[in-house]
């Protein structure tokens, strides 16, 4: 079963934030995607936009790229700070992270 069926969210838009209050700065998220997560220089993971620029205002949120969904959701899993939030666009609901059902 595919990371997309295992959610039930094949073929829906995805967006992935970070709660910084809770981050550890492992950066775990950023050896597994990336292109989608960063370290700044405070230590803490920070989501990246479409310019590879740090979204560093609290709740920013990212598109999850199709090809990157498994890293993404990889990382929301392996986070020791259970910080990385994945939710469907459509209706907020989170399917990957500390509050997904």
Same mark, same amino acid.
């Given at each position: 079963?595919?990371?997309?069926?295992g959610a039930?969210? !094949? /073929?829906?838009?995805?967006e992935?934030w970070?709660d910084q209050?809770?981050?550890?700065g492992d /950066?775990?998220? !950023?050896q597994? !995607?990336?292109?989608?997560f960063?370290?700044?220089?405070? /230590?803490?993971?920070y989501?990246?936009g479409?310019?590879d620029?740090?979204?560093?205002?609290? /709740?920013?949120?990212t598109?999850?790229?199709?090809t990157?969904?498994t890293d993404?959701?990889d990382s !929301?899993k392996?986070?020791p700070?259970?910080c990385?939030?994945?939710?469907?666009?459509?209706?907020k609901?989170e399917?990957y992270?500390?509050?997904a059902e």
């Amino acid at each position: 079963m595919s990371v997309e069926q295992g959610a039930g969210t !094949a /073929g829906e838009a995805l967006e992935v934030w970070i709660d910084q209050d809770l981050c550890t700065g492992d /950066g775990i998220c !950023a050896q597994y !995607a990336p292109e989608v997560f960063e370290l700044d220089i405070d /230590g803490l993971a920070y989501v990246k936009g479409a310019d590879d620029e740090l979204l560093q205002h609290a /709740g920013a949120t990212t598109p999850v790229p199709l090809t990157l969904l498994t890293d993404v959701v990889d990382s !929301a899993k392996e986070c020791p700070g259970e910080c990385i939030h994945v939710r469907r666009v459509s209706d907020k609901a989170e399917v990957y992270g500390p509050d997904a059902e």
